[in-house]
C-alpha cells in the first residue's frame, strides 16, 4: 500500500511491526537498542568503523539485496598519473559513494540509493523490504539512525526525518537558499546537494550543503526534533563532499581532494583547516585528532586540536585507532602500530630533519670556513635521522599480507578487510587470519550489528552474513526478486 505525505509517495509493505500501536513501538525499540547497532556510517560520528561486538566464527550468506543497477559515482577515478607532479598510481580521494553504505539498528537495515533515489528499510534476519522512501534526487551517504528516526541527505538539496519504523516523513529542511536545480552525473540536482551524510549529536543534526563554493558551500546546524535552522555558515574556498564527522566540541567537513576544516560545533564558527600534506574524503576522529587520507598516493595524516599540530603521517589508506594501537591498512598489506610511540618518534625525526635542512641552506650560502664547520653537526643529524626512522620501524607489533584494500573495520578482536571478491579477518592480536568470505565485486562497504556482517559492493548489492548455527542461513543465488531480496 502506498502513503502519501507532503507530496511524497512512502511504500509500506506489510510486516510484524507494522501491527504494533504507537503505545507498544517504544518499548519494542528499546528492547532492540540492548544489541550492539551500527547506526551510522563508520559506527558512530567519530567514523571509528569499531566496534566491541565479536562476530560468530561460522559466518555464511544469510540474504542479499540487488539493486537494479550498480551505483553511478558523483566522481570518476582519477587520471593514470599525475604529470605535473610525475606521481603514477593516483590514489581515488573521493571515495564515498561507490557503494549504498548501510545503517543497522535493532532487526533493520536502513541505506539510501542513488540508483533510483530512494531510502530503504529492510528486515535484517530476512533482507525482506519493509519501507521505502522516496527522494528527487541520488542518496549517496548512509543514513544516520537515532532515537527511532532515520536522518538522511539528497542530491536533491533537503535533509529528510523519517520515522524509523515505518519510513512516514517527519521533516525535511532545505539549508541552500533556493530550490535551483542543474545538471550533475546525467541527473538534474540541487546547486546545494547534501553530499557529507546528516550527524546527530544529543538534539542536534548537522550537515553540509553544496559542492560549487562559487555558490558558496553552507555547514548547518537543525533541531533534530523540529527541522528547525539553528545556524549556517557559509563557506566560500571549499567543497563539503565526504562524511561529516563530530566531536566533543567541533564539527570536521571532508572537502573532496582537499584537507578537511574544522569549525565550532556550537556555533558553527570556522576554526582553521587541517594540516599536513594529503587530502580526500576518508577521515577518522580519534578524540580530537584527526586522520585523513588517502592523498595522491596513500598516505593518511593524523593532526591534532591546534593549527599547527600535524603529529604524523602514515603510508596507507586507511586505520583503525583502537586502545594504544593503530592499525594500519595498505593495498598490500595489515600491520599494528605502538600509537604513541611512533607519534612522538615522527614529531622527533621531523624536527632533527627541519634543523638539517636549515643548516644545509645555510651552508650553501656561508663562507669556506663555516661551511666545514657545519659538516660535522649536518653528519650528526643524518645519524639521528636514520636511528628514528629504524626506532619508528620497531613500532610495528607486527604486519601480514592482506589482500583486501578497499575497506577496513574492527570487530571485537577482529579486523575485517574488504577486497575483491573476498572478506577477510584478522586477528587483531597477532595478524593471523580467521576466516574468509567470498562474495562478487569491490567490498568498500563494511559494518556489524546484532552478529551479522553487512558488505556493499560496487556492484550494486548488499550481502549479510550470519551465524550458521544461531540462526538458518539462505544461500543466494542469481535470481533477483522484485523486492531485490536475492534467495
Not at 551465524?467 to 522484485?482: N, W
Request: charged share 20%; with cysteine.
Amino acid at each position: 500500500m502506498f502513503h502519501w505525505q507532503s507530496g511524497r509517495r512512502i511504500l509500506a509493505l506489510p510486516s510484524p511491526q507494522a501491527a504494533l500501536t504507537g503505545l507498544l513501538l517504544v518499548p519494542w525499540l528499546a528492547m532492540l537498542s540492548s544489541a550492539e547497532d551500527w547506526p551510522t556510517y563508520g559506527h558512530d560520528h567519530a567514523r571509528s568503523s569499531t566496534s566491541s561486538e565479536n562476530l560468530p566464527a561460522d559466518l555464511a550468506e544469510a540474504w542479499a539485496y540487488q539493486a537494479p543497477s550498480p551505483p553511478v559515482p558523483a566522481w570518476d577515478e582519477p587520471a593514470i598519473w599525475d604529470g605535473w607532479a610525475k606521481i603514477h598510481g593516483l590514489k581515488n580521494r573521493q571515495v564515498f559513494d561507490k557503494v549504498m553504505h548501510v545503517a543497522a539498528v535493532g532487526d533493520a537495515v536502513f541505506f539510501g540509493s542513488s540508483v533510483d533515489d530512494k531510502v530503504y528499510c529492510l528486515d535484517a534476519a530476512t533482507g525482506r523490504t519493509r519501507w521505502v522512501f522516496y527522494t528527487e534526487g541520488p542518496v549517496r551517504l548512509a543514513p544516520s539512525v537515532v532515537d527511532g528516526r532515520v536522518y538522511v541527505g539528497s542530491d536533491d538539496g533537503n535533509v529528510y526525518c523519517l520515522q524509523a519504523d515505518r519510513g512516514a516523513l517527519i521533516w525535511q529542511h532545505r539549508p541552500g537558499p533556493s530550490d535551483r536545480r542543474v545538471p550533475g552525473n546525467g541527473r538534474v540536482i540541487s546547486l546545494w546537494a547534501i553530499r557529507t551524510g546528516v550527524v546527530v549529536v544529543g538534539d542536534v543534526a548537522y550537515c553540509g550543503a553544496g559542492v560549487i563554493p562559487s555558490e558558496t558551500v553552507y555547514l548547518c546546524a537543525i533541531s533534530a526534533g523540529t527541522g528547525a535552522e539553528l545556524w549556517k555558515t557559509p563557506m566560500r574556498d571549499l567543497p563539503a563532499q565526504g562524511y561529516l564527522l563530530a566531536s566533543a566540541t567541533r564539527l570536521y567537513v571532508t572537502t573532496g581532494r582537499d584537507r578537511p576544516v574544522v569549525f565550532d560545533r556550537a556555533t558553527g564558527q570556522r576554526l582553521f583547516q587541517a594540516t599536513g600534506s594529503t587530502g580526500g574524503s576518508y577521515a577518522l576522529l580519534t578524540g580530537d585528532a584527526l586522520l585523513y587520507g588517502p592523498g595522491k598516493t596513500g598516505e593518511v595524516s593524523l593532526s591534532g586540536p591546534a593549527p599547527e599540530d600535524h603529529l604524523a603521517s602514515f603510508a596507507g589508506n586507511h586505520m583503525i585507532a583502537s586502545g594504544p594501537t593503530f592499525y594500519l591498512h595498505t593495498d598490500t598489506s595489515l600491520s599494528a602500530l605502538d600509537r604513541a610511540e611512533y607519534v612522538r618518534l615522527y614529531g622527533a625525526r621531523r624536527a632533527a630533519a627541519n634543523e638539517r635542512d636549515e643548516l644545509q641552506a645555510r651552508r650553501k650560502q656561508a663562507a669556506a670556513e663555516e661551511a666545514e664547520q657545519l659538516a660535522q653537526p649536518l653528519a650528526q643529524l643524518t645519524d639521528q635521522i636514520d636511528a628514528l626512522t629504524e626506532a619508528m620501524r620497531r613500532c610495528v607489533a607486527w604486519e601480514v599480507p592482506c589482500d583486501g584494500r578497499w575497506s577496513l573495520i574492527q570487530s571485537g578482536t577482529a579486523l575485517v578487510a574488504g577486497g575483491t571478491g573476498k572478506i577477510v579477518a584478522f586477528n587483531t592480536a597477532d595478524g593471523t587470519q580467521l576466516w574468509q568470505l567470498e562474495v562478487p565485486g569491490n567490498v568498500y562497504g563494511l559494518a556489524v550489528a546484532a552478529g551479522r556482517l553487512y558488505a556493499s559492493t560496487d556492484r550494486g548489492a548488499i550481502h549479510c552474513f550470519a551465524g550458521a548455527r544461531g540462526q538458518p542461513a539462505r544461500r543466494a543465488s542469481k535470481t533477483r526478486q522484485s523486492e531485490g531480496v536475492l534467495r
